[in-house]
């Protein structure tokens, strides 16, 4: 006897249902138990489309066969929970969401499934409710953790609606959300980010705003009526026409450019004390998320004994900030450096001036010679638990961090001010 799907509104005989177990199965990417195998697959399949679709609900009749019959029933028992309606709202016609759940929740079963097989000698008993119930919530929590990174990943598009996701297949999604759930308050980084990316348009609203058409730098001469004072127009004739030999007075724009942060965030052994990683990565997402909705570039190095690699892309930012662990030592003056000929050699001064250094400050330092008042680059450093003079003395602007909510909006008020 074949298995029945569980649920109405998405026929378990059509072309996309059938499409949609494959690509369950192709992602689970392990051998099924042979025992539940079958039972597994339309399970996953159910999940999916209930997570996805609309037109997806519980079928009120019991099911025949035994393991579905318990899925059936975990299933009929979360629609009605706050947490599902709320997972609704974001998983409803989310692929990648909806298949990480799937996927999640097969893995799980499947795992189960072999171990009872083995402990009951390869018998056909069926799993328990608890057992599929344990399932359905570790990949809630998994999807939970997904959707925080797809927020922080995601183009928002202008009105609001949901853009573009860079770089971020199912496939990444999994990977990275099954790598930050081993990583301590990973969990912690990604919901305190959102939280002052939610916060900070409203934090801000009152700020400088910047015009493509320019900025006001002096006046000129010029003989391009387009330029011209509207004043320089309504003269008498003769002043007029002397004005065209002559040159009338023009308005000079400076083009304004909001220009992009340059952030080196300290990942030494020293850093992980306390709440200096949480706050800390949590800030640099934010800072990367800004920088995204504000259509301004975003360039990020973690250093500790030495600089590390230069990222600039959405998925490799994100991923980097949630699962690098921190270790070694601190040289504050490499990675300064490092910056520095990165805006210099990789020609970055069309993109910033500005460099936003975190650390706890563990490492003496001397470049006077690198940030003097004549030079165009700017340096923001953020001391957390900590004093350096040396980075003090070259400074544009030095601030001692308080490892909470206010601080945070203090330095994302102050880098975005530069």
Request: with cysteine; glycine share 6%.
């Given at each position: ?227 011209v004072l509207s004043r320089e127009l309504a003269m008498p004739d003769e002043i007029f026409y002397s004005k065209i030999i002559n040159g009338f007075t023009g308005k000079e724009k400076r083009l304004v450019s909001q220009g992009s942060y340059y952030v080196l965030l300290d990942k030494s052994g020293s850093m992980y004390e306390g709440d200096k990683t949480l706050w800390s990565r949590s800030v640099a997402l934010a800072l990367f998320r800004i920088s995204k909705n504000r259509g301004r570039k975003y360039f990020f ?118």
């Amino acid at each position: 006897m074949s298995v029945r799907s569980n649920i109405n509104g998405i026929d378990q005989s059509s072309t996309v249902y059938r499409i949609t177990e494959e690509r369950i199965v192709r992602r689970v990417n392990t051998g099924l138990d042979k025992n539940e195998a079958e039972s597994i697959k339309i399970a996953a399949s159910d999940i999916y489309f209930l997570f996805y679709s609309e037109l997806a609900t519980v079928r009120s009749q019991k099911n025949g066969n035994e393991f579905m019959e318990n899925v059936r029933e975990r299933m009929s028992s979360i629609i009605n929970t706050d947490d599902f309606k709320k997972a609704k709202t974001y998983s409803q016609l989310n692929d990648r969401l909806s298949m990480l759940y799937s996927v999640n929740f097969m893995k799980n079963l499947n795992k189960k499934a072999k171990r009872d097989s083995q402990k009951n000698g390869n018998s056909s008993e069926s799993m328990d409710s608890k057992a599929i119930e344990e399932s359905m919530k570790d990949a809630s929590k998994k999807m939970e953790m997904a959707h925080e990174i797809e927020k922080l990943v995601k183009d928002k598009t202008p009105g609001g609606n949901r853009g573009k996701i860079e770089n971020l297949s199912v496939e990444s999604l999994i990977d990275l959300t099954d790598e930050a759930m081993k990583v301590d308050n990973a969990d912690k980084i990604l919901t305190m980010a959102n939280k002052l990316i939610d916060i900070m348009p409203r934090y801000t609203k009152r700020m400088k705003a910047f015009s493509n058409t320019g900025e006001l730098a002096g006046y000129y001469k010029t003989r391009h009526i387009s330029n011209v004072l509207s004043r320089e127009l309504a003269m008498p004739d003769e002043i007029f026409y002397s004005k065209i030999i002559n040159g009338f007075t023009g308005k000079e724009k400076r083009l304004v450019s909001q220009g992009s942060y340059y952030v080196l965030l300290d990942k030494s052994g020293s850093m992980y004390e306390g709440d200096k990683t949480l706050w800390s990565r949590s800030v640099a997402l934010a800072l990367f998320r800004i920088s995204k909705n504000r259509g301004r570039k975003y360039f990020f190095r973690f250093f500790d004994n030495k600089p590390h690699d230069l990222l600039n892309t959405p998925f490799e930012i994100v991923e980097n900030i949630l699962t690098v662990e921190a270790n070694k030592g601190t040289c504050i003056e490499c990675a300064l450096k490092t910056a520095l000929m990165d805006i210099e050699n990789e020609k970055m001064a069309d993109e910033t001036n500005t460099i936003i250094l975190i650390t706890d400050g563990e490492d003496k330092v001397k470049m006077d010679d690198y940030f003097k008042k004549e030079y165009n680059t700017k340096l923001i450093t953020v001391m957390i638990n900590g004093y350096n003079e040396g980075l003090k003395k070259i400074s544009s602007s030095y601030m001692n961090a308080r490892l909470n909510e206010s601080g945070a909006l203090e330095l994302l008020g102050l880098a975005r001010s530069f």
